[in-house]
């Protein structure tokens, strides 16, 4: 999803309303923190893994990096 996607659908939905995400195993926690990032794409093969990772150092490998917002909590 695109920033320009997030904003229209945000703008149609109640700006009180609170942004929650998926929890670990189950249930949602609600989003403390947004972070522009970097991401590296189709790092990890494994299904119990999200597909891609936020790089944190210069060492990118050999994956395609992308620009993009991370929604979490810092909880």
Do not use: W
Not at 4 to 13: M, P, T, V
Not at 28 to 48: I, Q
């Amino acid at each position: 999803m695109k920033i320009k996607q997030l904003i229209r659908i945000l703008n149609e939905c109640d700006p009180e309303d609170e942004v929650v995400i998926r929890g670990y195993e189950s249930g949602v926690n609600l989003v403390t923190d947004v972070e522009c990032c970097r991401l590296a794409l189709d790092v990890n093969k494994e299904d119990y893994y999200g597909r891609h990772e936020i790089v944190r150092t210069k060492d990118e490998g050999p994956f395609q990096i992308i620009n993009a917002v991370h929604l979490y909590n810092k909880e």
